[in-house]
């Protein structure tokens, strides 16, 4: 407050303070992180417009881009989880589709506490519901998802969600308008009081008294979210505007403001000839408003009534609110009454810009500990694999899958279930890859290394369909920054995506941070959510993640160099309080898989792959042959130095693969070649699941189990709890 | 040059399979897809219509129940009338039940959820004209994705249909509660059908198997063959 009185020389009226509480806060100005985020990399021959944009855009042919994004709505789900989630599918469209791209696929990841709570399996089943909604209604499929429950996110549930469109070259729009004379133009719904001050509550942790809050939750619209969109990308093609933003976090406010000075000029909104559902609303109320399925256009005045002529015929509203003004202030009127005149400056660059302190942690290289040897036997490598099959962790995900149309606009060649989804982008053969990582546990054990691992996870998932990493966003959720050990995990969990992002040559073009995932003083583990988006040149010579035959060869691929359990499933499961390390990644082997999958895909030589994921060997092996109810395997094993790493360890760079027999030696040869690790394992088999191997001292193992029964396990321990009917 | 034959395709506020259906239909040599707006009460020369999948107006007030009342829906009720083949798939048949083209409703799905999966369907109706090419009990695959799509009516309603032979195609397994597992019925003269299941989504091999092409290509040959014995009879 003494800040913006020592910048205006005055006291602020209500409607100053207002404007100066939302664009301020954390959640617009990202004034804990803005920083640290300089750290990223986001340049590369392919990227066509960087950070700062609605949303990233990357080329994937000549003349043709995708744009893409990921947003966090954890706060507003937590409060309302079905409107939350909805209007956070909502607003990552219209980012979306504010940059001239027609939306394509969304997925997202979600982190909910124990489902042994009932209040979490209602924010699950209606989170749910409500991504499921809005993508369904206005007909962009939900091509995938990932989730996760955690007891230390029961008071502060993770919603994030992912957009992807696809835009020609020279139709990409831009949020940075010319230098010229211009008029907004409101497009979308009606302004309401919902969602006032949204932005500043979700910059601010929760506490037990917060039932206040509902009226900060906005409400969803799909059916006008689309006809906006349609507008929107029709403005957008016939070269009608010149600038677009969509009215997110502090609604109106914001997206002027940010515009404006994006053109380093002013902009004066006249409150008045917004179009309202209340006309009693104050004018800080219509400013920060956060009603949804709202769009705010710069264009040319001699192409305001054509804009006006497509709302009317979109059956949305569309309105002259205001104008571009050479002297860099934003004016607020009612008609003729002034209510607020701030310089832009004071609002954007004078923002508060905060080196929060953090302590003095490095990354943690946690000794090399092993689970004690009595756990290496066979018998509890069955019961493990048991123990993470039965959690909702290690099940199948289809119960959300089913509820999302995850096909609608057929351009979708793998949907949920396999290692990433691919999406068909209609330009030449080529499809485009989406891989999401977002699993926190590494991230607990050593924030640095963790973050390393998320995005060589992706790469790895990518390369099981023989995609190339193109681009990456990321949603950074955190804790409170004003905590120096909340602070000092982002910086570290920034530096280690920023490195290996670099390492492997993807740009960070796009991103959103979420801060004070916090409640009572208990904050969230570090969790950075990421998309890393792939190009696959051929789509035809994409394989699934599953087989249905029995009598297909399997073989592993890829630097067995570091199986430390750190970080894994098992490791969060079994709580170990060893605190085993996270394994390094052997980045040249990594590279070398990559090329070594494209080209055997290339070749057509492969029938699935599988990348080894969440739960490691064994359960990414299961979901392998996840084709089919009554299939399973038969293997046979090296000797293992430790049986616990090779079947639990989540290291990124090892690859499941299923092939004719008569490819075999070829694809040795191959690996040989490339000098890439491979090894022929076993076959596929019907009513047989029967690994053998050897111990470290030589004594022949053997684990036996019923595919039939493992399935169960599987696709029984999300699904069996949430289904409440036959 | 053979002519094209014209297949309407409705387009209302929230219809989101309108483009899937036109590629589907434009993938068929001899048929021509024409974008129906939900105003057009009059467009000439239109030998089938298609009512694609999608939220129509939201799914406000009742799923189908405004757009049922929109102008283009008269035009749609002559041409039923007038024989013309009409499908509707979807929020398509839930249009055409409310418009009472089609008897019957459909409900929410007894899992209260939405779903979004495939489903083995057998067919059982092949003299319509979107399904004269199968064989009766063909086994196919095609995916659903409704949270409305349990076929319900009453008892008396459900005998004259199983008597009239109007259920077109029925679920292998029940996935939504309806009665009887129909997943798609037609009406007693034989030219309005309404399918649950979204032919328009398997029409390339690229993608999974390609069950729904047979659904355009019987369209195809039913106007074909309409075409040749009226000429046979003008001439």
Known sequence: MERIKSLLGRDPNITEEAVFSALWSEHCSYKSSRIHLRKFASKGPRVLMGPGENAGVVRVTSGKGIAFKMESHNHPSYIEPFQGAATGVGGILRDIFAMGARPVALTNSLVFGSLRQPRQMTLFRRVVSGIASYGNSIGVPTVGGEIWFDERYSKNILVNAFALGVVDEDGIMSSVPPQKPLLAVYLGNKTGRDGVSGASMASRSFSGSDSDLRPQVQVADPFVGKKVMEATLRIIREGLAEAIQDMGAAGLTSSSVEMASKAELGIEIDVAKVPLRDNSMEPWEVLLSESQERMLLLVEESRVNKILDIAQESQVSGTVVGRVIPEPVFRVKKEEDVFAEIPVKYLTDDAPLYDRPSDSRTSLLSPSLAFPPSEGGSHSIAALFHLLLDHPNGGSADWIFRQFDFEVGTRTLLPPGHDVAVIDIRAEEHAVAIALSGFSHPLTRDPARGAMLLVAKTVTDLAAVGAWPIGLTDCLNFGNPERPDTMSDFILAVTGISDAAKRFGIPVVSGNVSFYNETDGLSIPPTPILATCGLVRDKRTVVPGKVSHPGLYLGLAGSTRDLSLGGSYLDWILQDQSAPPVPGIDWEALEGLQTFMSTLLADRRLRATRAIGRGGFLRSLLQLVAGDETLGVALKLQRLEDPLQTFFSEAAGRMLVAYDPENSDSILRTSLEFGVPFQRIGITATHLWNIRYQDKDGRSKEISDSPVQLKRRFFGSLTDQMEDLP | ?235
């Open chain 2, 1 to 235: 040059m053979p002519p094209l034959h014209r297949v309407g395709i409705v387009q209302f506020p929230g219809t989101n399979c309108d483009l899937d259906t036109w590629e589907a239909v434009e993938s068929i040599p001899n048929l021509t897809p024409v974008f129906l707006s939900h105003r057009d009460r009059r467009v000439p020369d239109l030998e089938a219509v298609i009512l694609p999948g999608g939220f129509s107006y939201g799914d406000y007030l009742r799923t189908g129940s405004i757009a049922a009342k929109s102008p283009v829906m008269e035009l749609v009720g002559d041409l039923a009338a007038a024989g013309v083949p009409i499908l509707g798939i979807c929020n398509g048949f839930q249009i055409l039940t409310e418009a009472g083209l089609l008897p019957g409703t459909l409900l929410q799905n007894s899992g209260r959820t939405f779903l979004c999966r495939e489903e083995s369907l057998v067919i059982e109706n092949c003299h319509t004209p979107f399904t004269s090419l199968f064989e009766p009990g063909t086994p196919l695959t095609l995916p659903i994705a409704h949270q409305e799509g349990r076929y319900f009516l009453d008892p008396d309603q459900l005998h004259e249909l199983e008597e009239n032979a109007q259920v077109l195609v029925r679920y292998a397994r029940n996935p939504n509660g309806s009665l009887r597992e129909i997943a798609g019925v037609v009406n007693k003269r034989g030219n309005v059908v309404g399918l649950m299941p979204h032919p328009e989504r398997r029409v390339r091999a690229l993608f999974g198997k390609p069950d729904g092409l047979l659904f355009f290509q019987s369209l195809s040959l039913f106007l074909e063959r309409q075409l040749l014995h009226s000429s046979a009879s003008t001439s």
